[in-house]
């Protein structure tokens, strides 16, 4: 007799995506100290008034421009890497919802709650839609958790 499996996903600690959104922040970081130290640089006496301005916040924007290429470059690393099932360094921008996965413990066919008839309520299928074993009668009790893999 088969058994409901819950299924997690593993996940990645680095890659290309992550050095980009580091060097990402980086350049962000040294942007705005060189805005800063051409903000001290306005204080002498050289006549230079509307250059130091003008390199100060030439720099900020520089340094907002690369942030925002590379955040968006490691962005599109891993939707790329989670659209063809490989572990990505970092998180995925947005709102997410924890969701669990069960799966048939014999085919690996993913199982989801059917709706009961003239109802609103879900129950568990009584046996797989793919290889049509039938699963344990306490469904709840018998579902296995797989450990997560590190």
Known sequence: MANIQKKHSKKCLGGKEEQMSDFAKAFLVIGVLGLFACLLLLGREDGLFQFWIALGIGCFIQGLFFFIILSFGAEIIRLLKKLNGLPFGGEISG????CHIFQCSECKTQITKEKVPLSDKERWPRKCQNCGVE???DEE????????EK
Not at 141 to 148: D, F, H, M, S
Request: no cysteine; charged share 25%.
């Open 95 to 98: 709102k997410f919802i924890t």
């Open 141 to 148: 009790a018998n579902i296995i958790i797989l450990e997560k």
């Open 135 to 137: 699963f344990a009668k």
